[in-house]
């Protein structure tokens, strides 16, 4: 009853100025399961985009590493507890916010990188040698992306955590590229009229993560050499 009690108030907490000690401990072995099934996950996508040659593995491939540099930034984030309010209202911390930046900035690469890599792909009419590699690996992954997904998310709305949101929004994305990958390879294996599927997958990455990556940019004063001094 007591612990129940601990993991539904965490004001307490914040109001002291930290962050909810039992919250803090699920994020990290969340973060590290994540980071053992990400690092699975783009050793397999980098290893069948070298067999397979599709564009949709490829960036699945990425937006694994991404999650990986991602997570490595969070558990530096919760390397320190503190928490602050801003305006009267909303609790954060000066490293919450660097590491949101970091973040924002690895997404800022990793969709340059996706998105000339598609529209290489649809100049030269690049085709998968075969769709089953795709449909396999993203069957496999999507359940195991969605669930990790969902739980990241929630526990960075417990911790109040603009950096954790952001690696749980990587995680939805791995999820949201195998669904492109199922879609793309049965398409494929259907009629190979649908090689542009592929390719277009890629971009629509490419498009959310600059998109996000942006939003984060220009809310925040990351030029300001004030924004990077330790407190």
Not at 71 to 83: A, G
Request: charged share 15%; proline share 1%.
């Amino acid at each position: 009853m007591s612990d129940q009690v601990d993991l539904e108030i965490d004001d307490t907490m914040f109001e002291k100025g930290e962050l909810p000690p039992k919250w803090v401990r699920l994020g990290l072995i969340f973060l590290v399961i994540s980071l053992v099934l990400t690092i699975l996950g783009s050793g397999a996508g980098i290893a069948l985009y070298v067999i397979d040659d599709s564009l949709s593995i490829f960036s699945y491939g990425l937006v694994c590493l991404l999650d990986i540099i991602c997570t490595i930034l969070v558990l530096w984030r919760l390397q320190d507890r503190k928490v602050m309010k801003i305006d009267g209202q909303q609790f954060t911390s000066k490293r919450d916010r660097q590491a949101s930046v970091l973040i924002s900035l690895v997404f800022v690469a990793t969709g340059i990188a996706i998105a000339i890599h598609s529209i290489v792909s649809a100049a030269t009419r690049q085709t998968p040698e075969t769709a089953k590699l795709m449909i396999l690996l993203s069957a496999i992954s999507l359940t195991f992306w969605v669930l990790l997904g969902c739980v990241k998310f929630y526990i960075a709305v417990k911790l109040k955590s603009v950096s954790y949101r952001k690696d749980a929004v990587v995680t939805l994305a791995s999820a949201a590229i195998c669904v492109g990958i199922l879609i793309a390879g049965l398409l494929f294996r259907l009629d190979q009229w649908y090689w542009w599927v592929d390719s277009a997958v890629g971009f629509l990455v490419s498009i959310f993560l600059l998109g996000y990556a942006f939003s984060t940019l220009l809310m925040n004063s990351w030029t300001n050499r004030d924004f990077w001094r330790r407190d």
